[in-house]
């Protein structure tokens, strides 16, 4: 992914921070909608500098963490640590193939939500077993997908491999 | 450095929710505020796709509410002019659309159109045409954000449509929202409230007017401590399903207030708010539990 020219890459970040919030926000979607947020913190960790992903993460973190009552700041806190790991796994992993950037995001939305339910898990309802081994797989999978999705059309637009 | 932007992450955290609160409007005020804007045209439109019929019953239903208010308010008026009594505070609505927030971390909480700008203040009850249904938590200028009966922070101090036993009522979560009861906590160990009596708010505590209908008891959720019982509670209103309310806007006066009759209760005079005695009405307001 590292390369050629760079904004059209951050447009995409911009354009997926953007869509997040018009679909859980602006149209109220919820949950039915896939957590753009996290695939574009992820993404852009990649091909930032630790300390830079570390405080994008922050930044979108206190964002979406502005509407809740109960756990405010909870979210920067995982994404901050998110973005860091993502940051820093170019050191281990090296590759920009679609299934190795789905498992990416799978993995990375799974663990942003494990560590949420983590720090925040008393305010949150259900069990934990649900939670981590049902609830969070299935959101990770859907995250993962449209993140896939989202990088497969960005290829094609901009030519980049 | 990166530890330096964890640990600001980290007391943001464990920020007291007084400090944490400006941040918040802050950001909702100025990065969220195009997304907000365009949720409130989205519920406007929805609003005028849902089937007229429903949306006239439940508007026509809240307008019952603000006339039969009005009516009593004035009669009371009268009533203490001719007695000679100092007039008492009335409590005021305002009608309010209300907006969901699908993301994490706020499932139990819901915007509304309407901020300080129209007399709202943290502490404002949300009502339906069926009853009680949150409170206010944070105030913006133009809108605010509240938290219905299904959030783990909410407590209302009620009692039971006859006066005869009082307590403190809080949510018990369900695995599903759909699940979700309340309890009447606190209340004597030698009360025996059966199934169907109705739970409304008592006016103790300062937050809710009096008389405003919670649920309708179910049955016993437990007896073991030997000095009072607890009762679970059926809620007269499911929150997902309200899409218009009234926010009382004299927060004030809210406790002293008395809505009773709006829904047709009758329950005898609290003896003990007549009482003078500060700490009584202390310990209420420490007993409402409710942050405002």
Redesign the interface.
Known sequence: MIGGRRWPFWTLIALLVVAH???????????A?PDLLTVAVLLAARRMR??AA??FG?AV?????????????????VL??LA?LGARSRDLFVGDSLIFVGVYLFVGKWLHDAL?YL??G??????TV?RLFIQAPIAALYAAVAGVAVLTVYRLITGER | ??AG??L????????PGGY?AP??QA??GT??RP??A??GE??ARRVRSVDLAELRAERDSLAAVVAAQVTLGEENRRLRALLGLRSRAEPAFRPADV?????????S?FLLDVGAADGVVVGSPVLSAEGLVGVV??VDEHTS?A?DWT???FRASAMTADGEAYGLVEPR?G???EEDLLALTGAPFHSDIKPGTRVVTSGRGGIYPRGIPIGVVVGIEEADTGWRKSYLLRPAVRPESVMHVLVGIRKDQGGEADLSQLWHISAPPDTVRSVPVDSTASADGAATGARP
Do not use: C, K, N
């Not at chain 2, 600001?8 to 920020?15: I, K």
């Open positions: 919030f018009v679909l859980h926000l602006g149209l109220g979607l919820g949950a909608a630790a300390v570390a405080a922050l973190g206190v964002i979406r963490d502005s509407l809740s009552l109960t756990a405010f700041g909870a979210d920067a806190v901050t640590l860091y949420y720090i925040a008393s305010t949150l309802r259900g069990d649900v | 450095m990166v932007l964890l600001l992450a980290l007391f943001l955290f464990f920020l944490q941040v918040r950001v909702r990065a969220l997304f907000l365009l949720q989205v519920v907006v969901r927030i699908g993301v994490a971390g706020a499932e909480s938590w944070e954000q938290i959030h783990p922070d979560r695995r599903f929202r």
